[in-house]
């Protein structure tokens, strides 16, 4: 999952932080297949976007199940912060996808048997 914040104000950019912060542990111990998250700050255009990573779909869903995730999802409308998301999902091997061959290898996010 993909999500941008394009915030007006410094100060927004702070509350999306702050937000991220107190949300992230909530989220690591009750949305199931959780993985972790990345967020990549540009002070300069007051962007922020936020990667967070999940086994598979049912993961993606989970985050409805964590209280302090859904609260916090409303804030940024209510401070006039615009934001986008999208989900993007395994595609196959690069090999597969790249060049068409026949390689079945599964998902990087599934461990080793």
Known sequence: MITR???RTIRN???VLLL???VKRDVRRQARGFLGIVLRRDWRTRTIVSISLGQDMHSVYSM????RHVAA???P?????TTRCGVFCYAGDWRRVMFGTDDETPS???PRD
């Open 13 to 15: 950019m702070l509350v």
């Open 73 to 75: 999802a409303r804030v």
């Open 64 to 67: 409805g199940d964590v209280p």
């Open 5 to 7: 914040f394009e915030c």
């Open 77 to 81: 409308r209510q401070l006039g912060i």
């Open 20 to 22: 991220h912060l107190r």
């Open 108 to 110: 990087p996010l599934t």
